[in-house]
Nanobody, 117 residues
Framework: QVQLVESGGGLVQPGGSLRLSCVAS????????MGWYRRAPGKLRELVAA???????NINDSVKGRFTISRVNAKNTVYLDMNSLKPEDTAVYYC???????????WGQGTQVTVSS
């Protein structure tokens, strides 16, 4: 099964930006879709953004207009660009594969994003 490693998290002030990276251990070209998820303290994990094999993005309404998802197949990498960050964006962010049946793979360690002044 493909292994995923997330990076790019950190502490940022409200209104700031971060770019998260998700590097896969093998080609992602044939994977149905790749998604970025987050789990905030005391909340369930939620899908933030996904991008299918054709490059079509799907963004959660809660971050639409602020977050962008992209993929570079040649680098086996998926990015999440986060702008105008808010304290409520604080969470551990994970990437994962999404199958045609909308099943996800094993969860990795994730990367912590903290938005605070």
């Amino acid at each position: 099964q493909v292994q995923l490693v997330e990076s790019g998290g950190g502490l940022v002030q409200p209104g700031g930006s971060l770019r998260l990276s998700c590097v896969a251990s093998e080609s992602i070209v044939s994977i149905y879709a790749m998604g970025w998820y987050r789990r905030a303290p005391g909340k369930l994990r939620e899908l933030v953004a996904a991008i299918n094999s054709a490059g079509t993005p799907n963004i959660n309404d809660s971050v639409k207009g602020r977050f962008t998802i992209s993929r570079v197949n040649a680098k086996n990498t998926v990015y999440l660009d986060m702008n105008s960050l808010k304290p409520e964006d604080t969470a551990v962010y994970y990437c994962n594969t999404i199958s045609r049946d909308l099943e996800v793979g094993p969860w990795g360690q994730g990367t912590q994003v903290t938005v605070s002044s």
